[in-house]
């Protein structure tokens, strides 16, 4: 048995990489946003000689947000009781700001939290969560709308081939273009494969209530996600009793507190709830959400960030599934080793490696770092 002493954190370093995306002309478009990289923040959290990895993707002032107001609060902490010093982090930047950068910076020292726990018991981090589970349903995601309909149409036929059995594209950047990629799509993944469909947010309620109504009825989707802001939860709630049947309403990939997925549930707004581990208090605040969607009867599914969502949503009851998202499997390829490849529709935590199975990849990771040393 550890003494108390040799589970005490005692470091905090962090990093970040930028990663160029690999879209038409260096950028990728979704109903609302274009970009040309992504940003990952990793921190490392030390105690008995360990190192727990955690991460979140957001800006780079996310890494000066953990160095300046999270370090000091977990320094000292008990290793073996992350809650505790996701109290601690809470507390700490009650001025500073919980939602967005706040609630992101105390997700990835929260899971580096959890992954060292495990590490100090030798255990694997689903094993040492209340887990339901032991695999997490994937979805693959990607389609971005500046990709040309060949680049689109085979990208989700990739997934359905690897045994993928649901598949989403983005949509209603320019709507008038969509039939034929829808077309395009549904023709390469053939009949059985599900399709999603998400909207960014990009539709106001009516056009969104008339999108939904012709995404089911011409080409089967039968999930649409954000078809409004995720701000506008009337809207979410129209498009959700007034639309087809089948056609489900998702949201909550941008929920940073309690009250924000509560909000969601409330009504309902949605069929069916996201949450972004590394977004919404990490693994400590995905158990609080967890355990909301459950008294609401209502299934949850992963928002991004595969090599830690495989392991934190086996802790989730209702779970739905994972979304496989295409940017961010490119870029944990880069930065770990150990990630986790689909087999037969689903990820599946390695039982015989500690903690998240992780290890970082420096040499191939130095050339995209934009913050911190080794």
Known sequence: ???????????????????????????????????????????????????????????????????????????????????????????????????????????????????????????????????????????????????????????????????????????SRRPDEDPRRLTAVRDAIGDRAELFADANGALTRKDALYWARRFAEEWDVRWFEEPVSSDDLAGLRLVREEGPGRLEVAAGEYGFVLRDFADLLDGPAVDCLQADVTRCGGITGLLQVAGLSAARQTDLSAHCAPAVSAHAFCAVDRLRHLEYFHDHVRVEHVVFDGTLTPADGALVPDPGRPGLGLEVRWSDAEPYRTHGSR
Do not use: C
């Not at 996310?62 to 982090?89: C, I, K, N, T, Y």
């Not at 507390?91 to 726990?117: H, Y």
């Not at 969560?129 to 680049?151: E, K, M």
């Open 1 to 171: 048995m550890r003494s108390r002493a040799d589970a005490e954190v005692d470091g905090v370093r962090v990093h970040a990489f930028e990663v160029p995306t690999d879209g038409p002309g260096g950028g990728e478009e979704d109903g609302t946003l274009r970009w040309d990289s992504t940003t990952l923040v990793l921190v490392e959290a030390r105690a008995g000689g360990r190192t727990g990895l955690g991460y979140t993707y957001g800006d780079v002032s996310v890494a000066a947000f953990v160095e300046s107001a999270l370090a000091p609060a977990v320094r000292g902490a008990d290793a073996l009781a992350p809650p505790a010093a996701w109290e601690r982090m809470s507390a700490a930047i009650r001025n500073a700001g919980r939602p967005g950068a706040g609630a992101m910076a105390v997700s990835a020292v929260d899971v580096a939290l959890w992954d060292l726990k495990a590490k100090l018991l030798g255990l694997p981090l689903f094993r040492v969560l209340p887990a339901f589970h032991d695999r997490v349903p994937v979805y693959g995601s990607g389609g971005f709308t500046n990709y040309p309909l060949d680049r689109l149409a085979a990208q989700l036929a990739g997934w359905v081939e690897q045994g993928i059995p649901r598949v989403k594209l983005k949509v």
